[in-house]
C-alpha cells in the first residue's frame, strides 16, 4: 500500500503593528477619556468639579499633541501619510480616522487655548519674554464669549466619540485574529482609557498641583466605576465563549488553549485589577489615604498601558494559519525599546513646555464673559 506524505508549508509573516501602534492607542485613549473629565468643570461651569478639569486639559493637550507623532511613525513611512487624503477610500476605518484625528486635535487645541486665554492675557500684563509670548499667543486683549469655548469643547467631544469608534473599530474587523474580533473590544479600549487617564491625573496632580484631595477622590470615583464596568464587559466576553454565543471568542478560546504564558497574562490581568479596585476602595472609604491616591494613579495607568500592550503586540504572536505561537522580541531601537521611551519622553516636554508657559492652574472663569 503507497501511501503519501504531503508537506503544507505556510509564510510566517511578520508583525504589522510595532510598539508604535500601542503609544498612539494609549495616548489617544487618555486624550479622549481626559476630556470627558473636563466637561463638568470646564463646559458646564461646575465649581467643585474645576480642579478636576484643571489637571485633565492638561492631560488632554499634551497626548493629544503627542498621540498623532506616534501614529505617523507606525506608518514606518511617515511622509505617505499624504496617500490617506489623495485616495478616497470610505470604506476603511483608518481612512475616516485620518480625517477625524486633524480636526480633533485643532478643536481641542482651540478649547485649550480659549480656557487658557484669560490666564495667559493676565500674565501678557506681566514682564519678561514668557509675558510677551502670552501676549502673542493670546492674540489681544479682546475678550472671547462663552459660547465659543463651548461650541469648541462640544465640537472636541463629537470627534472624540469619531475617534473612540475608529480605533476600536479598525482593530475589531480583523476576523483573521479571533481575539480581535469581538464588538467588546472597541468598549474595553474605552473603558481602560478612562481608567488610565483618571490614573494619570491623579499623578500630574500629586507633582504638579499640590496634591489636591478633592481631585483624588473624584478621579477614584471614575476609576472605580469604570473598572466595574470592564469586569462586568470581560465577564460577558468570556460568557459568550463558554456558551458557543459568539463564534469569534469560541476561536479565541481555542487559539489559547494549553498555553501558559496567555494564562499566566489572564491571572496576572484578574489580580491587578482586582488590586486596583480594593486600592480604590479603600482609599475612598479612609480618606486619609487620599493623598496617596498617586499610587493607584500608577497601577492605572499601567492597566491602561498593559492591555493595549497584550492586544496589539501578543495578540499578533498567535500564529493565524497554523497552530503555535510566533516569538516576539522587543528591540531596542527606535521600533522598539527606544522608540516606548521616546514617546514618553515627547509626551513628558510637551507637558513641561505647557506648564512653562501657560499659566494653566488658575481659575478658568479669570477674565471669561
Known amino acids: ?13 511578520g508583525i504589522a503593528w510595532y510598539p508604535w501602534a500601542v503609544q498612539y492607542f494609549f495616548m489617544i485613549a487618555i486624550s479622549y477619556s481626559a476630556l470627558l473629565l473636563t466637561v463638568p468643570g470646564l463646559l458646564m461651569g461646575k465649581r467643585q468639579y474645576q480642579a478636576l478639569a484643571r489637571v485633565a486639559l492638561l492631560v488632554t493637550v499634551s497626548c ?8 505617523l511613525a507606525d506608518l514606518h513611512q511617515p511622509l505617505r501619510f499624504w496617500h490617506f487624503y489623495a485616495n478616497l477610500t470610505p470604506w476603511s476605518w483608518m481612512w475616516l480616522g485620518s480625517l477625524l484625528l486633524p480636526l480633533y486635535l485643532i478643536l481641542v487645541v482651540a478649547y485649550a487655548w480659549l480656557a487658557w486665554r484669560p490666564a495667559m492675557q493676565l500674565q501678557a500684563q506681566g514682564d519678561g519674554w514668557i509675558a510677551r509670548l502670552s501676549g502673542w499667543i493670546s492674540l489681544g486683549a479682546w475678550q472671547a464669549p462663552r459660547w465659543m469655548l463651548v461650541m469648541c469643547g462640544l465640537g472636541a467631544l463629537l470627534m472624540s466619540f469619531g475617534i473612540m469608534l475608529y480605533t476600536g473599530a479598525e482593530v475589531a474587523i480583523v476576523k483573521a485574529r479571533p481575539l480581535w474580533n469581538t464588538y467588546w473590544l472597541p468598549v474595553m479600549f474605552v473603558l481602560t482609557g478612562i481608567v488610565a487617564a483618571a490614573g494619570l491625573v491623579m499623578v500630574i496632580n500629586r507633582l504638579m498641583t499640590g496634591n489636591d484631595e478633592e481631585v483624588n477622590a473624584q478621579s477614584l470615583k471614575v476609576v472605580f466605576s469604570t473598572m466595574v464596568l470592564a ?10 465563549g463558554l456558551t458557543g454565543f459568539s463564534a469569534s471568542v469560541e476561536q479565541a478560546f481555542a487559539s489559547l488553549q494549553g498555553n501558559p504564558e496567555w494564562r499566566a497574562v489572564a491571572i496576572y490581568g484578574l489580580l491587578v485589577g482586582v488590586v486596583l479596585t480594593l486600592t480604590v476602595v479603600l482609599m475612598l472609604r479612609q480618606h486619609r489615604y487620599l493623598r496617596h491616591a498617586w499610587i493607584a494613579g500608577l497601577l492605572a495607568v499601567h492597566i491602561g498601558w498593559t492591555f493595549r500592550w497584550m492586544v496589539l503586540m501578543e495578540v499578533q504572536t498567535v500564529a493565524k494559519n497554523t497552530a503555535g505561537y510566533y516569538q516576539y522580541v522587543l ?30 492652574k488658575r481659575d478658568f472663569q479669570a477674565g471669561t464673559h
Request: no cysteine.
Open 231 to 240: 469586569a462586568l464587559v470581560a465577564a460577558l466576553w468570556v460568557a459568550e
Open 64 to 71: 493629544t499633541l503627542v498621540g498623532p507623532v506616534a501614529l
Open 331 to 360: 528591540e531596542m531601537g527606535s521600533s522598539g525599546l527606544l522608540g516606548i521611551l521616546g514617546t514618553f519622553g515627547l509626551w513628558l516636554a510637551a507637558l513641561l513646555i505647557i506648564d512653562i508657559l501657560v499659566p494653566w
Open 1 to 13: 500500500m503507497n501511501s503519501e506524505v504531503i508537506e503544507i508549508l505556510t509564510p510566517r509573516y
